[in-house]
């Protein structure tokens, strides 16, 4: 039989009980009388095999007109001072149920007191002078009256900003996340934020870990195609003109194709995605594109021939699909260690300058690198094979070949500037045609040219 998990009773103030006696220890009436109402403190006794102290608060519970902090004081041997707000506590836990229904984030759910429900709720947080309000409804209007305020939508809804004019969000320091804006004041916001967006990739620069995106808000739903199926949503398609788009929440595949020779800019995927299908972004004007770590497949020729320059891949990604980047403008790229394969022509004729391939890469396709501006590159150990083409026309002048490289296959150097190779002493086979003229290839404390360093293997394997 499986072992059970025992949960904690948190008390408050980061303290977590386990046993009875860490209980009474750190009593607070109102959160033991919080768990006795939504049923965790019964289980909580159960599962511990205290059976006298949950035989009594199971009559408890059974029984009516008695106040449930009193008696659970008498059950645990605390004496009670002050009234506990019984009915609010089961108004909250009420809230709690509701809110579960809809999402399983941690972070919400401890954050009940924070969520509006609907729009009454919303004034009242306002009240409060809460600074920070999760948005959990169909729709909801927002003030621009009160600043400084962090909205987080918790089921996407739709948010209307009050007024007519132009809306400047950080001038009035409000926030809004994971929401869908209105028509009206989508088009209120689309300027004002696409000029903020492209001032602040220019001064973003190449740092992936700048969240300046964060101010730009959903592009509205009717600018795209949807697919249903196998449980997933398909984003097929985008109608719409705008440059810089943040794709909503709950799209689980990117489709093929769905942005293909599209004219957008900036792209924000929300941690929904899970793949990039083949082709999607391809012969795009796409410069920028936030790719969360959900995502765990990117298809092959995905960003061919966009003009993305630096891009951050996401951690859990196994594999750099074929033509992946191919005639590219990228530049610069971070890689995970979670990947293990580069695909044929991955990065074919872009003027990437530099990369660091982790060490997970045990697989790398013919004319990955071919027409790069690489100079430098350290092959990762493991890698046992370098491709046809592999740094063919490339501006390649170093390398460091790991002694676990057995194979190299024909024009793999060809037409790059490299002029002197170490070979591994562990080389098995060497197609004609690998390094082309003009090159000293080191083997074995020796030198040898092109033409026979064949010759000279092949003798060695005897």
Not at 198 to 213: D, F, H, I, L, P
Not at 391 to 405: A, D, K, R
């Amino acid at each position: 039989m499986a072992k059970r998990v025992k949960f904690p009773l948190d008390m408050g103030n980061e303290i977590m009980v386990r046993d009875i006696d860490e209980l009474k220890a750190n009593y607070n009436a109102e959160k033991v009388t919080e768990y006795f109402l939504n049923g965790k403190l019964l289980t909580w006794l159960e599962d511990r095999y205290y059976d006298e102290e949950a035989a009594q608060v199971k009559a408890l519970a059974d029984s009516s007109g008695n106040d449930p902090a009193v008696g659970l004081g008498r059950i645990f041997g605390i004496e009670i001072s002050g009234d506990i707000d019984v009915e609010m506590l089961k108004i909250r836990n009420e809230r709690l149920a509701k809110l579960r229904e809809i999402t399983s984030d941690d972070e919400i759910i401890s954050n009940v007191d924070l969520v509006a429900f609907d729009q009454e709720e919303l004034s009242d947080l306002l009240d409060e002078e809460k600074k920070t309000i999760y948005l959990c409804g169909d729709k909801f209007r927002l003030p621009i009256s009160v600043k400084n305020i962090r909205y987080i939508g918790v089921n996407s809804p739709i948010i209307t900003i009050s007024g007519n004019e132009e809306i400047d969000l950080e001038e009035i320091g409000i926030t809004i996340e994971k929401c869908i804006f209105s028509e009206d004041t989508q088009a209120r916001l689309t300027k004002q934020n696409v000029d903020q967006a492209q001032t602040a990739r220019k001064q973003s620069g190449n740092s992936s870990e700048s969240v300046w995106y964060d101010m730009i808000p959903c592009t509205n739903e009717k600018y795209f195609t949807f697919e249903n199926k196998n449980n997933k949503l398909y984003l097929t398609g985008y109608t719409g003109g705008e440059q810089i788009i943040r794709i909503p929440d709950g799209v689980n595949v990117i489709k093929e194709n769905a942005f293909a020779k599209k004219e957008v800019v900036l792209v924000i995927l929300p941690d929904t995605v899970t793949e990039i299908e083949d082709n999607a972004f391809a012969n795009s004007k796409l410069e920028k594109i936030i790719i969360p770590d959900s995502v765990a497949s990117i298809g092959m020729y995905a960003f061919e021939q966009t003009k993305i320059k630096n891009i951050k891949l996401p951690y859990g990604l196994t594999k750099i699909s074929e033509g992946l980047f191919e005639k590219s403008q990228l530049k610069k790229i971070i890689i995970p260690d979670t990947v293990t394969e580069i695909g044929n022509r991955a990065f074919l004729d872009c003027p990437l300058e530099s990369i660091d391939i982790p060490y997970t890469v045990t697989k790398i396709g013919s004319r990955a690198f071919a027409g790069t501006k690489i100079k430098n590159i350290e092959l990762p150990y493991g890698l046992t094979k370098i491709s046809e083409g592999l740094f063919e026309g490339s501006e390649l002048e170093n390398i460091n070949i790991p002694e676990t490289v057995t194979e190299i296959e024909k024009g793999a150097f060809i037409d790059c500037k490299l002029i002197n190779i170490n070979l591994p002493n562990n080389i098995k086979n060497i197609e004609r045609g690998v390094f082309g003229s003009g090159k000293k290839i080191f083997y074995r404390g020796n030198v040898y040219n092109a033409k026979n360093i064949y010759d000279a293997i092949k003798e060695n394997q005897q």
